[in-house]
């Protein structure tokens, strides 16, 4: 499994064959200049909620691509309206075996709303499972007890928001680790705009003095699980 940062809350992650794109937001980001969308050729787009610092680069991806994209039942109408017919939508606590494997669709504490105004059902999480790893990925959330009914699954690795702000800082994010029961994590929503901007080395020291594992990826690299 290859996980790749593109900046903000994009990730690409190749398992199972196959390429999963989360939260295309590349684009409007300058610190992601480096990054040419149209070079993204993902078979999956996974989409946490409405915002356009998730979906800015969404319908571009999907067009280049013909990418389905995995996302709450209520979005996957909305995009079904834009002309965005391979749509697989879902909801919480529901699971779905795709080729490459399982997601599951986790609550997130936070807001949805689509960039044209319209509802956009409720912001979620993913965990995937794929190559005996089990992935979190948190989208955009505050601290939540729910995160407690991750406990038992083993996660091997959690990538959550530390910036603050509009999710999780820094110290509810170590605690979120206690809740899941996860020592290994990806940071991300950090440093992209001035309320989210970050220490980034006091973030990796609070981490290890918690025991934890904090990775923060330049934009372009990449880890392997
Ligand atoms: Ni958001
Ligand atoms: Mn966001």
Not at 44 to 54: K, P, T
Not at 76 to 105: C, E, P, T, Y
Request: glycine content about 10%; proline content about 4%; overall charge negative.
């Amino acid at each position: 499994m290859k996980i790749t940062f593109y900046g903000h809350a994009s990730f690409q992650i190749e398992t199972g064959g196959k390429t999963l794109l989360f939260d295309p937001f590349i684009s409007p980001n300058p610190q992601a200049a480096a990054i040419d969308v149209n070079s993204l050729k993902p078979d999956y787009i996974l989409l946490s909620h409405g915002h356009s610092d998730h979906m800015a680069d969404l319908e571009t991806v999907q067009k280049n691509s013909g990418a389905q994209v995995i996302c709450i039942a209520d979005i996957a109408g909305w995009l079904n309206n834009k002309g965005i017919s391979n749509v697989h939508g879902m909801n919480f606590g529901g699971g779905f075996n795709f080729d490459f494997g399982r997601v599951k669709m986790v609550y997130a504490l936070h807001s949805s709303s689509m960039p044209d105004g319209a509802y956009g059902g409720n912001p979620a999480g993913f965990v995937i499972y794929s190559e005996g790893k089990k992935v979190y990925f948190a989208g955009d959330t505050a601290l939540t007890l729910d995160m407690k009914l991750l406990a038992d699954e083993n996660l091997d690795l959690a990538i959550l928001p530390i910036g603050d702000n509009y999710t999780m800082g820094v110290d509810d994010a170590i605690k979120a680790c206690g809740f899941i029961n996860c020592k290994n994590v990806i940071g991300m929503h950090y440093d992209t705009f001035p309320v989210i901007k970050i220490d980034k080395e006091e973030a990796k020291k609070k981490f290890a003095d918690a025991a934890l594992n904090l990775t923060l990826l330049d934009i372009g690299k990449s880890i392997t699980l």
